[in-house]
């Protein structure tokens, strides 16, 4: 699709020599799923949610997670208006397009959890109504992985709402110095113009639904997440939502490729953003230094890819 192209090539204006992480972030986008991103501060996170945002005009809004935010500070509260003697809602910021949810694992579990239900269902229950969300709604939270004080960890139920866990990594050098001479006289975010429109994305996410999928590849899926929960060194395995998520993510990065059926080294490449927040190693296996994408690594190795033909 060579809107897409031009959108990741978009993108790409503010995110400097990384290819694969704006288009796993596009990808998401088609496939409707959100996205956890977990690295080190100044690589740009934030820049990828906004440059992703501003290249389709979309409504963006940022929550900074901190201790003291509260449930209704993200879904918003009901107001009594004294004039009409009744009750109104005012929307929180969690209505809108996409939504950064900056530093997620600085809110408490409570405050962490008011994302649930917007992110699963696509709607917010509030004082016993139900308030539909965007149909683009996307959630693009962060976490830094090496300050532990004053952090909360992601429940696993809240982690399984994530499409994929992606990590942006530093630049090499000749990129770090593109990044401060393209910095030089203002950021280059400030004269990113929109290159396609919301509409354009919600017809390219019914499209991507139609991207085939032989049955071969879809077996494969489910072996490869039903592998998971019997491996020794997990203590929990990646749930169903995590085969469906892999199929959705499959279709849309198959039709970002400009491809029209998905091979087996799709779904090895995408095993890993899919699943490594979605098992939980053994006390054991941390000790030994095991990491999650060494256990999926396994897994590839000892789950069978289906031969050729897997082509319509």
């Not at 699943?275 to 030994?288: D, E, K, V």
């Amino acid at each position: 699709m060579e809107s897409l192209d031009r959108l990741v090539a978009n993108i790409e204006r503010c995110i400097v020599g990384k290819t694969e992480v704006v288009r796993l972030a596009v990808a998401a986008l088609l496939a409707r799923g959100h996205i956890l991103i977990e690295d080190v501060p100044g690589v740009g996170k934030t820049m990828l949610a906004r440059s992703l945002a501003r290249s389709i005009n979309a409504r963006f809004n940022r929550i900074q997670f901190t201790p003291d935010l509260l449930p209704t500070d993200i879904t918003g509260v009901s107001v009594y208006n004294q004039k009409e003697q009744t009750f109104e809602f005012r929307q929180g910021p969690v209505f809108t397009q996409i939504l950064l949810a900056d530093e997620l694992n600085r809110a408490t579990p409570r405050t962490q959890s008011a994302l649930l239900e917007s992110m699963g269902e696509r709607q917010v229950s509030v004082d016993g109504a139900t308030y539909s969300m965007d149909p683009l709604f996307l959630v693009i939270a962060t976490q830094n992985p090496i300050e532990q004080h004053g952090v909360y960890n992601l429940p696993e139920a809240q982690l399984d709402r994530f499409l994929m866990k992606i990590e942006v990594g530093y630049p090499l050098l000749d990129e770090e110095i593109a990044i401060v001479v393209a910095q030089e006289q203002v950021h280059p975010i400030e004269r990113l113009e929109p290159v396609v429109t919301v509409d354009d994305v919600l017809q390219a996410q019914e499209a991507v639904r139609q991207i085939y999928i032989d049955s071969s590849i879809t077996e494969y899926i489910a072996r490869l997440v039903g592998a998971t929960r019997k491996h020794p060194t997990l203590l929990l395995g990646a749930s169903p939502r995590a085969s469906l998520a892999l199929f959705r993510l499959a279709q849309a990065w198959t039709a970002l490729s400009g491809y029209d059926f998905a091979d087996p080294d799709t779904i090895k490449f995408l095993a890993h953003p899919v699943l490594r927040h979605r098992i939980l190693l053994t006390p054991q296996a941390r000790l030994s230094g095991a990491t999650p994408d060494q256990i999926i690594s396994q897994v590839l190795e000892r789950v069978q890819a289906p031969v050729k033909p897997y082509a319509r």
